[in-house]
């Protein structure tokens, strides 16, 4: 599958679960992903503005499709409770047929 029907990911990671909810219903209502899986309780570590540090945060992986996603990418960036959110993307290939299609028929 390619073009804009391809399906399509984005990972980020949350302070908690209600902030993670509260953007993916947003993006849902809005047509701009088909799911959103919350991961809760994950611990991060990373280096930022120079300091290691950690904290724990709930990851949230999105499913979509790459007519969505820049603009899916752009309203998370837009919703997203950090002020430099880890947002990272990408297109997938390969998929059981059912989730592609679902995933191809997104706003439809």
Known sequence: ??????????????????????????????????CGNVLPGMQSRFVWNGQKDSATETGALLKTNAARL??????????????????????????APGTLAWLAGIGD
């Open 1 to 34: 599958m390619t073009g804009a029907r391809t399906p399509a990911l984005i990972w980020c990671p949350f302070p908690d679960a209600d902030a993670a909810l509260a953007v993916i219903d947003t993006l849902l209502d809005e047509a701009l992903i088909a």
């Open 70 to 95: 820049a603009r899916a990418v752009s309203r998370l960036s837009e919703l997203h409770p950090y002020e430099e959110p880890a947002i990272v993307a990408w297109h997938c290939e390969t998929g």
